[in-house]
């Protein structure tokens, strides 16, 4: 059979029940796994036989979502985290550790922006952030001996910035390193990005994939494409023995398809323990089954206030690469072609009391500090977030004063619109 499209995938993939099973994904509500001998557990200790023992590890439940999740991805092999920060945290710690440097884009979500800066450094993993859009001799600078990955997000969050993912990809391939993708925004009905040469994607499942504000969770998706051999001495925690699974070198025993997620598994879950509970996994897949059909829509809303705000006179600047004008919007053409998601950042012409203004009067869309849900929502970086900084830090911070991050929901777009006129209206 030809291979199924990205709707089907999102229904069906990763669970088929057999003869008289549940046909929707069974919660696995348990701790752990009964065992007839010592010795059928003693092999899933030594990671010689495939099974279940212990949830922080891993549960049935969260691992027929991981593999709808790599079918999405076109990966190889997946893990579901207890949240997005989870996921960014341990795709970057299965190949650092103290010593170790990390390329990133500036351009990223704040939280991962302040793990990688602080909490990283205090672990001593270093990292040199380069802009998403800087040249070829920038990024090839930021490299060390010692650099381990680049990291980036296929579409920024706030910033909306559009990640130039072949580029990055080859930079770090040029430097035997593989590129890590947080693919939040655009989820896989928008961009695969191991299609354009990336290692490894994660996702805030939070976001767009549970799409109804209801769990909090992360994943990694591994392409199977990295060779972890061919760079042993930059990965030695993959390609070489894990004396605490009885020395098994991960890249040999589970080979390029399976290493990442077997690493990130039993050596990872088992020691920090943030894995996505069951019951989350559960309304996840929830969420995933209808994916294909709210992105779309979420696009569509997205793409026509951000052009009703760029028509509007209190609107100094609309972010958002469906627009013509914007500086990502050629890249957007290229790895964006169906859309790219709901989220606008605008910035209001009053600053920050008109940010402040604008927000209260909304009557449909939420102040949230969320984004990429069924529920219009916003929020003011300078009236909440960032609300000690003044007006000069925050124009430091490349954050404007006015700024505003409006994730359009499912609702219809006239009535969004007309909620943002009558409060615009008001300023
Ligand atoms: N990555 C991106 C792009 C995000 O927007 C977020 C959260 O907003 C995260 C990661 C962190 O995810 P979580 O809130 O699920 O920990």
Known sequence: MSEQGIGTKCVQAGYTPGNGEPRQIPIIQSTTFRYETSEDMGALFDLEASGYFYTRLQNPTNDYVAAKLAALEGGSA?????????????????????????????????????LISVTMARMGIEATFVAPDCTAEELNAAFRPNTRAV???????????VLDIERFARAAHEHGVPLIVDNTFATPVNCRPFEWGADIVTHSTTKYMDGHGAAVGGAIVDSGHFDWMAHAEKFPGLCTPDESYHGITYAEKFGKEGAFITKCTAQLMRDFGSIQSPQHAFLLNLGLESLHVRVPRHCANGQAMAEFLAAHPKVEAVHYCGLPGDPYHALAEKYLPHGSCGVVSFELKGGREAAGRFMQSLKLCAIETHVADARTCCLSPATTTHRQMTDEQLKAAGVPAGLVRLSCGLEDAADLIADVEQALAVI
Do not use: K, M, R
């Open 78 to 114: 997946a893990i579901l985290t207890s949240s997005g920060q989870a996921a960014n945290f341990f795709a970057l710690f299965n190949l650092c550790s103290c010593g170790d440097h990390i390329v990133a884009s500036s351009s990223i979500y704040g939280g991962t922006f302040n």
């Open 151 to 161: 990291f980036g997000e296929t579409i920024a969050n706030p910033a909306l910035t």
